[in-house]
């Protein structure tokens, strides 16, 4: 075979998963999409002569991010007026979220949302999401819609929508059915994928959280739910059904490892054990649990009970230093212990961890076989790169503005700065057309 379409990738250092130390001289050889080596640049310069060469000098090569948590359509609420939301929880979702953002949002400004949230990740070094888009006036076809946009992005995602009964039953079955056809579409597509998803137990009936769970098992795929954000769910469930939400879902017997459950602030220690029990997967969104007050989710007696846990930005912060530098911390300060949460173990649920919670394969690992899904960032700092400190001395003190070159599969979605899927500021202009669009319902209807 022609080593023409081969591509050595030479940066200072290669983390190759971070449950290795990092590898100083090492690089990586890129073949038809995967990664076909890891070796040091002697290795593989004698090894494939006429590859492709990418010098990546001061840099590190690492796995790209997986936001294992997002909602695209999020961003179009940053910095939206706030003067007169309510305070508690309910509130907040009844008379704000819900009528004013939510069931205000069209196709097009989830669309432009989806199309700068590419550009924007991408510059983040973040190389595949899970998005769960909740606007259940767009149905049906924006999952369709937003595909076609991810499509042209270059960038590995799972698609979902949030089904709800709270606007009515006949609302959620359209929810349910637009699951089943972005799953069925993204079938036979590389980087796309499907997965089915509902919101809570205080906005499902029994019935409804049980047919999610078996469509999503027809198909071999997971069930997303939002599981205690907050303490409102979990005293709900108690209210309501005489239990936590973890043992009403083990009684609805959909507990499992076809289960991802996102957030998970607000559990008991009964609660976590069963998690670990019935292998449900769990993200963990640190910087957002912070924004609404929910709490700090117990996630390092979570990894220790060893469920598999991923990192998301939940739409909120999207630069993915900032979020494992908030998983690093505010675990430390809540157990009153800096030996939790290390470096490598934040590096690994933001990379190989999420993917494995989203259930990908071959995905968030740089070694044979896996898709070449890498991110290259410029490291220039004070003190020396030594295999000790690379892990902690890259997650505190680099930013997304340091991430150079960005591939996906294979491809280059960004090289050397550039964003090559598109034209950044005109990505930018048609977000902020769509934010002052919502922002102006918004406003007339209040
Ligand atoms: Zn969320």
Known sequence: MSQSDLMLILPDWLISTPLEPPYRGYGVCVEQGKVKEIATHEVLLERYPSAEIVQAKGQVCAPGFVDAHTHLYGVLAHGIPLENAPSGFWSFLVDFWWPKVEDQLTREMICAATAVQMYRMARSGITCFYDCTEAPFALPGVLRAQAEVVAQSGMRGVLSFEATERVSPENGQLGLREN?????????????????????????SEAFIRQAFDLAERYGVLTHCHLSEGTFEPEYCLEHFGMRPVFYYEKLGVLGDRMLASQCVQLDTAEIERLAKAGVKVTHMP????????????????????????????????????VMRGAFLIHKAAKQNPQVMPAWQVWYLATEGGARALNLEGVGRLAPGWYADLQLFQVNLPTPLEEHNLYEQTLLYVNSSQVRSVMVGGEWLMRDGFYLKGDAESLTQRAHQAALELWQKVHHSS
């Open 180 to 204: 089943v056809a972005c799953i069925e579409a993204c079938a036979s597509s590389e980087r796309l994928r499907g997965l089915m998803c509902f919101h809570t137990t205080f906005t499902c």
């Open 287 to 322: 910087l957002s649990n912070c924004e609404v007050g929910g709490g700090i989710a117990p996630i390092p007696d979570l990894v220790a009970a060893g469920v598999q846990v991923g990192l998301g930005s939940d739409g909120y912060i999207t630069d993915f230093f900032e």
